[in-house]
């Protein structure tokens, strides 16, 4: 984009009361965000949805002045800048209806990899999970996967340290801008992710340090990726918000259980029996759900013969037939079964060689 779009790009993004939704349905409507600020205000109030609340701060002049600083930041940094309509913003990311408008970028991300998943968990992780972590990652290693994280204690910093050892780009997800580090004690581990990968924020340098800002960071962390993978979590935390954010644009996630007796295995524990998340029993079962296996991409899957399917299971397998590939809740609509009752069916039908998952809890005949 051009460096006037980013500017005016910039300050629309600055404005407070409006987030990146509200955003993209005002460029949408406008057709650029030179012409959002540029725009009338009872032009703008005509669009469902736009009060004069929310606009009220829009046409402030120094949203402007601002931006001309970031951008400064930007240039003198050597920044690049993905803006939400453009190709080279994060294709999983465009599919993310609260992605951000603007996302910067250190380093050397190629955001064009197909296999990128995220790992997040506690910050407090067991020698177990740091052992179980560290296998996943060089399991993985042969798939070639890019590591996302939050570079913060703990889980985070052990996969994406785990990437490094195994020289796999692994990518950063900052709760702040660009022009620090937190916390400061992975400092050190910055030029080689930078060599490896990069690090991705919507946070501008000026932004103040807030926890609240992890909230809004692991959505980045959730939509980069095709799946989200939690290794440790206590019953409530950060890695669980990411988990739902996942489950909430459709994508996969698988959670390590644990002990009933470990504090740090009851979030895990709680998705996976809630059915928020696969049960992650071996590396193996990442590249299996998410159709990575390289035998099954050089030779063609058969359909077994002779498979006996009972009432049930007829009705999956004649409407996916009918349909082509199909969502888990979808399936469970039009065959009028609990979406519980579907997932049982599925995998039994998977077992006898008939249908296979997808990635995005879709599933389709072989």
């Not at 692991?218 to 979590?233: C, D, F, P, Q």
């Amino acid at each position: 984009m051009t460096k006037n779009n980013l500017l005016y790009a910039l300050a629309l993004q600055n404005v407070s009361k409006i987030g990146d939704i509200t955003a993209k349905k005002l460029i949408q409507h406008c057709g650029s965000a030179e012409a959002v600020l540029k725009e009338k205000k009872n032009n703008l109030l005509k669009i469902d949805g736009i009060g004069s609340i929310l606009i009220g701060d829009l046409f402030s002049k120094h949203h402007l002045i601002e931006a001309e600083q970031e951008l400064k930041f930007i240039s003198n940094n050597n920044i690049v800048c993905h803006y939400f309509t453009d190709e080279d913003y994060p294709e999983k990311l465009k599919h993310c209806v609260d992605g951000p408008i603007v996302l910067f970028q250190s380093g050397q991300v190629n955001l064009n990899k197909q296999r990128i998943i995220s790992i997040v968990g506690t910050r407090k992780i067991t020698t177990h999970g740091i052992a179980v972590c560290e296998k996943l990652v060089e399991e993985l290693a042969p798939f070639n996967p890019v590591i996302v994280s939050g570079l913060a204690y703990g889980t985070d910093i052990t996969a994406q340290k785990a990437a490094l050892k195994h020289n796999l780009q692994t990518i950063g997800c900052l709760a702040h801008g660009l022009n620090q580090v937190y916390p400061k004690v992975h400092k050190k581990y910055v030029v080689d992710i930078e060599r490896y990968g990069g690090f991705l924020t919507d946070f501008w340098s000026t932004a103040e340090f807030d926890r609240n800002n992890f909230l809004k960071r692991n959505r980045i962390i959730a939509g980069l990726s095709e799946a989200t993978i939690v290794i440790e979590s206590a019953e409530k935390g950060g890695s669980l918000v990411t988990a739902d954010i996942a489950n909430s644009y459709n994508r996969e996630v698988f959670a390590v259980p644990g002990r009933i007796t470990d504090s740090q295995s009851v979030g895990c524990n709680n998705l996976i029996k809630h059915q928020r998340a696969h049960v992650l029993s071996k590396p193996a079962d990442i590249p299996y759900i998410l159709n990575w296996d390289i035998e099954s991409e050089k030779m063609p899957i058969q359909k077994k013969l002779f498979v006996e399917l009972d009432a049930d299971e007829k009705v999956i397998y004649n409407f996916l037939k009918d349909n082509g590939k199909e969502l888990l809740d979808m399936i469970a609509l039009k065959c009028d079964m609990p979406t519980f009752r579907i997932a049982s069916l599925l995998l039994n039908m998977e077992l006898k060689g008939v249908i296979r998952p997808l990635p995005g809890k879709q599933f389709e005949v072989i």
